[in-house]
């Protein structure tokens, strides 16, 4: 998983992943220590820079970990079905 970081940190664009590699990847983890997720109508505009919440209007979601203790989770209020995101996000606190 060391490599899989030290890709991640080095590249300006990030990883590009899709749902079900994120899903795969997500279910070997033990633990976060540093991790935001961004997910855009065009993924590949994005940038370390431009996927933060107040950067990139064109983000749909996203969720950063510090430490697998602190969690926070924004979804876009124009997304299509928001409120059935948000509700499932809530089941699972």
């Known amino acids: 998983m ?3 970081e030290d890709t991640v940190s080095s590249s300006e664009a ?3 992943l899709s749902w079900r590699e994120l899903v795969n990847i997500a279910s070997d983890l033990e633990q976060v220590y540093d991790c935001r997720i961004a997910a855009a ?3 590949h505009s994005l940038s370390s820079q431009n ?3 107040d950067s990139n209007p064109e983000l ?3 969720i950063k970990g510090l430490d697998s203790t602190e ?3 924004r979804i876009n209020d124009h997304l299509d079905d928001v409120e059935e ?3 499932r996000l809530a089941s699972l606190a």
């Open 2 to 4: 060391q490599a899989f």
């Open 14 to 16: 990030g990883y590009l």
């Open 41 to 43: 109508k065009c993924p």
């Open 51 to 53: 996927a933060e919440w």
């Open 60 to 62: 749909l979601a996203v």
């Open 71 to 73: 969690w926070s989770v």
């Open 85 to 87: 995101v948000k509700e």
